[in-house]
């Protein structure tokens, strides 16, 4: 079967699910709403007292804001709705329905759940981007935009894999549930640019939960400071990743023993 | 009362031997929760370096005292949720609850006070790394030591009534989220989890006088690492207690009319 057709089949039957639930589209755009609120109020609290942070100013944060949004977004409808379906399906032995399809078993538990509501942060992670944009007076060049949206899509599949391998760990562990709390919290990290942490707390960030490549580096390209270099070890890393958590994945996998039901 | 002594000893006994069972789960929690002040600590820490060591009155170790007194003082203002409450109503748990001869808000109480003292104990060797790093500058008297032991306390306590108090709503709805994000929003800029109150523009440190949130975060945390007077100190303890009455008082009032919506769905 084709994995492709496949993924837009189950986004499909997500969306029609979520099309019943209308009036969650106005309560998830009053939750952005608030959420780009507060953040902008920490944003004028900082420059109440500063003109620049660590060199950034106050719109180049604004974009940092921007694509973090955005990326929550693509986090909170895609990535984690599936990933803790897959810890409750390990805990309680349903994962034994996803094995007996006849189709990769990686792909499928990663495309069964869709929170359409939820790209309401990436559209307003979008207009903040832009807002931002506007606001730099910047130009935006096709060899930049192309960098802002390879980024983007790299850091976006190193997330996945991180909260895949995060996940795997359910197939040894039986409460994960605050493993997944420990990453919301350390991507929340993202809102500002990485380099204003301490280094071992930057190396944490780049590294281990990857916020560096999916916020930061995409918010670079987009004001300006990105480097060939950066880009290139980031298509390393994303390879990387993909590579350990599919590891992960199936070493996790050989251990599941279909806990009765 | 005795029965209510004996029931309250009882639970958070159990709460401490259950929780100290997953103390690695918590550990992990405990770990994700103390990113966020981290965060707020290294952004300001990082503005009072290039102000030349100081930002409204905050050096950076008077910042490090404060973000890290934050992580115990956080760590105590975890209370049964709103969304707990939703859960409750809407799968119908409340019916078990409600055949108990005791309110059941007291279980909660209990349950999270006992779950407090296995979070003090674990959030020790965090605080103690977190100043190895950060290196915080702290002028303690005794006193301060005493009301901010107490303060920890009221914070709970008023953080329990006044989520308790938004879990009501949902005797009413469960269109709630949207609600508890705009609650979250207002105690984030209004309590000092943000920043130190003082930072804040004038009109919002007057604002947060007249309402309870400053009491459950800025007003525990500074009792230890501000400076204030024995006065201050216990006219603050006296605001919390204040808070804690409006909050029972009005729990009380709004139960009695939610109990009569509630009917039972599924269970």
Do not use: C
């Amino acid at each position: 079967m084709n994995p492709i057709k496949l993924a837009l089949t189950y986004l499909r039957i997500g969306v029609l699910n979520e099309m019943q639930y209308r009036i969650n589209f106005f309560i998830q755009l009053l939750q952005s709403f608030i959420s780009v609120a507060t953040g902008l109020i920490g944003l004028s609290l900082v420059f109440g007292q500063v003109k620049k942070l660590a060199g950034w100013s106050r719109p180049e944060l604004l974009a940092v804001m921007g694509v973090h949004l955005l990326m929550g977004g693509v986090i909170r409808s895609i990535i984690q709705p599936n990933m803790e379906r897959l810890m409750d399906d390990v805990r309680n032995g349903t994962l034994d329905f996803v094995l007996t399809k006849p189709a990769d078993a990686q792909i499928l538990v990663s495309v069964h759940e869709f929170r359409f509501w939820q790209l309401v942060d990436v559209i307003v992670g979008i207009v903040v981007i832009s807002i931002a944009f506007i606001q730099l007076n910047g130009t935006l060049g096709i060899l930049q935009f192309f960098g802002f949206l390879s980024a983007l899509i790299m850091g976006g599949i190193m997330l996945y894999s991180v909260w895949l391998m995060v996940t795997s760990i359910s197939f040894w562990v039986i409460r994960v549930q605050e493993i997944s709390n420990l990453f919301e919290g350390l991507y929340a990290a993202g809102r500002w640019p990485v380099g204003i942490y301490p280094s071992w707390l930057r190396t944490g960030l780049t590294f281990l939960v990857p916020v560096a490549f999916a916020v930061t580096i995409p918010a670079e390209a987009l004001t300006n400071r990105l480097t060939g270099t950066s880009l290139l070890i980031a298509l390393g890393m994303t390879l990387l990743f993909v590579v350990l958590s599919r590891g992960l994945w199936r070493l996790g996998l050989s251990n599941y023993s279909g806990a009765s039901s | 009362m005795r029965r209510y002594i004996d029931f309250y000893l009882a639970t958070m006994r159990i709460s401490i031997l259950e929780q100290i069972q997953y103390s690695v789960a918590n550990y992990f929690y405990m770990i994700g929760m103390i990113t966020e002040p981290v965060i707020y600590l290294v952004v300001w820490t990082t503005i009072a370096r290039q102000q030349g060591g100081t930002t409204g009155g905050y050096t950076v170790g008077a910042f490090a005292a404060y973000y890290i007194i934050w992580t115990l003082v956080r760590n105590m203002n975890i209370v049964f949720t709103p969304f707990g409450w939703e859960w409750r109503i809407r799968e119908g748990q409340l019916s078990m609850m409600l055949m108990r001869p005791i309110h059941p808000i007291h279980s909660d109480v209990a349950f999270f006070a006992g779950w407090k003292f296995v979070v003090i104990l674990l959030w020790l060797p965090l605080a103690a790394i977190l100043s190895w790093i950060f290196k915080p500058t702290f002028d303690i008297r005794w006193m301060e030591v005493i009301v901010f032991s107490l303060a920890i306390w009221g914070a709970y306590l008023i953080r329990t009534m006044l989520l308790s108090l938004l879990g009501m709503i949902t005797f009413w709805t469960t269109r709630v989220s949207a609600i508890f994000e705009l609650y979250f929003g207002l105690e984030l800029i209004l309590s000092g989890r943000l920043v130190p109150m003082t930072l804040m523009p004038v009109w919002i440190q007057d604002l947060s006088n007249y309402l309870p949130f400053k009491w459950t975060f800025f007003f525990p945390i500074e009792a230890l690492v501000g400076n204030l007077t024995d006065v201050q100190l216990w006219s603050g303890f006296g605001m919390q207690l204040l808070w804690i009455a409006t909050g029972i008082f009005l729990l009380n009032i709004i139960w009695n009319f939610a109990i009569k919506q509630y009917s039972a769905v599924g269970g």
